[in-house]
T-cell receptor, first 113, second 112 residues
Framework: DTGVSQDPRHKITKRGQNVTFRCDPI?????LYWYRQTLGQGPEFLTY????????KSRLLSDRFSAERPKGSFSTLEIQRTEQGDSAMYLC???????????FGPGTRLTVT | QKEVEQDPGPLSVPEGAIVSLNCTYS??????FMWYRQYSRKGPELLMY????GNKEDGRFTAQVDKSSKYISLFIRDSQPSDSATYLC????????????FGTGTQLKVEL
């Protein structure tokens, strides 16, 4: 296990379609985070899990977004009824409970046409 | 006003120059300060991590935190073309679940 992995790396979808992204964290990390990054901006926090519990959600996470981490390992982020404004890089990160700093994955770039 | 302010650049310097990157912040609860490097279309990579005020050095990189001024800096010595990337500052609060607040990033280009 060499790092956080994300799948797919790129996704092009039409407005109104649903999309799902997957993140596999570093295996010994029990915290998992989702961030969104648009062009020219820093990553913005969306939500995070400690094991399987979703502990915090940002106001950015509208009702169309849902994240799960059912067994405390991998996580999925689903966006329903995509809009053009959802076009962004979706970054997953993980960390151990103690210590600071996150290990980021390569991201999933979403384009909504 | 954003919690973390960072000049987006772009910043262009000749190879071998000393680079200074800076962020200011408004939330006095921030105690942990980080610098990430992000290459185009890649995820951010942690470069430096500092707790509270002070300096930290790692090779060609030095991070400084001045909590009284709410100002942090990253210095890169002997800059190389491979340092060309976007540099993001990030901060978090104790007990905040390791949730990071990022600056917008400064785009750096080191030219031959």
């Amino acid at each position: 296990d060499t790092g956080v992995s994300q799948d797919p790396r790129h996704k092009i979808t039409k407005r109104g379609q649903n999309v799902t992204f997957r993140c596999d964290p570093i295996s010994e990390h029990n915290r998992l985070y989702w961030y969104r990054q648009t062009l020219g901006q820093g990553p913005e926090f969306l939500t995070y899990f400690q094991n399987e519990a979703q502990l915090e959600k940002s106001r950015l996470l509208s009702d169309r977004f849902s994240a799960e981490r059912p067994k405390g390992s991998f996580s999925t982020l689903e966006i329903q009824r995509t809009e053009q404004g959802d076009s962004a890089m979706y970054l997953c990160a993980s960390s151990p409970t103690q210590g600071q700093g996150l290990d980021f994955g390569p991201g999933t770039r979403l384009t909504v046409t | 006003q954003k919690e973390v302010e960072q000049d987006p650049g772009p910043l262009s310097v000749p190879e071998g120059a000393i680079v200074s990157l800076n962020c200011t912040y408004s939330n006095s609860a921030f105690q942990y300060f980080m610098w990430y490097r992000q290459y185009s279309r890649k995820g951010p990579e942690l470069l430096m991590y500092t707790y509270s005020s002070g300096n930290k050095e790692d090779g060609r990189f030095t991070a400084q935190v001045d909590k009284s001024s709410k100002y942090i800096s990253l210095f890169i010595r002997d800059s190389q073309p491979s340092d060309s990337a976007t540099y993001l500052c990030a901060m978090s609060e104790p007990g905040g679940g390791n949730k990071l607040t990022f600056g917008t990033g400064t785009q750096l280009k080191v030219e031959l």
